[in-house]
């Protein structure tokens, strides 16, 4: 089972444990309203409804993964335990409920600000930057990804020295739903010398890489991992109208005459518009 496979399958069953989980809270209320003839009637009315959702959201998990998703003992576990949730936060809306809703709401928030805005790292190798020699003695270094003010093309002298790049990678537990095996990255300095260059100034942010570095080594247990990799680069070897490309695949960073594949190229006359 390829992991698109897996990703499908693993929310599909997520989305089936929630509505599971509003079943199950059904259940409990009827076990509140045995003498209350048409409450219990409507509950069990919406309880079927439910469990119909329920087992309609099962199905693709079962046939894209051909049930082998549900082999997968963790996996199971973690969809057992939103169930369980979903129903004592339905069941006890003021004490579970709101502050989980409210909870939930931070953490897209601070997913969107703080990781997707981050160049995705769906495939093996990934360009971060470019490094191109005009010919006038000078170095044109160029990150990869939108700029911002203070953060664009950069020029610096030729002293002969090698440049050290470095790009963090946060990747998230396969089992988390929605953005569980997900990759996404940046390049966070360029230095010479022990002189820094480049700075990215939104991964330095208290949402962003500080956070990250923090969850990763003292709480494990919030399913993500935080990497950095460095590489240093001699740039004498660039002949003047030539480029060079740093990209970071799955061991780290390399620097390369060729940029990776399916990355095509540019031509001199377009290298020479830095």
Excluded at 144 to 171: H, K
Aim: net charge positive; hydrophobic share 45%.
């Amino acid at each position: 089972m390829d992991f698109h496979t897996f990703a499908i399958s693993r929310n599909f069953l997520y989305l089936g444990a929630i509505l599971g989980g509003f079943c199950l809270d059904c259940l409990f209320v009827l076990m509140r309203v045995r003498h209350f003839t048409k409450k219990r009637n409507r509950m069990i009315t919406l309880g079927l409804c439910l469990l119909s959702a329920a087992i309609a959201a099962l199905m693709p998990a079962l046939i894209r993964s051909g049930g082998e998703v549900f082999l997968i003992k963790p996996l199971l576990l973690s969809a057992g335990a939103v169930c369980l949730v979903c129903a004592l936060a339905v069941s006890f809306p003021r004490v579970i409920g709101f502050p989980l809703v409210l909870i939930g709401g931070l953490v897209v928030v601070w997913f969107g600000a703080a990781f997707l805005r981050f160049p995705a790292l769906e495939s093996e190798e990934r360009l971060m930057t470019s490094v191109y020699n005009p010919g006038d003695g000078t170095f044109v270094v160029k990150p990869v990804g939108p700029l911002y003010s203070g953060q664009g093309v950069m020029r610096i002298d030729d002293t002969g020295s090698p440049l050290e790049f470095t790009v963090a990678v946060v990747e998230f537990d396969p089992l988390m739903p929605l953005i569980g095996g997900r990759r996404h990255g940046a390049l966070t300095a360029i230095r010479r010398d022990g002189v820094s260059l480049f700075t990215n100034v939104r991964w330095g942010s208290p949402l962003a890489g500080n956070l990250y570095g923090f969850l990763g080594a003292k709480a494990p247990w919030a399913g993500l991992s935080m990497k950095e990799y460095r590489t240093q680069c001699g740039i004498g070897d660039i002949l003047p109208g030539m480029s060079r490309w740093v990209y970071v695949n799955q061991t780290g960073l390399e620097f390369s005459l060729a940029p990776p594949a399916g990355k095509q190229p540019r031509t001199q006359a377009s290298d020479s518009a830095h």
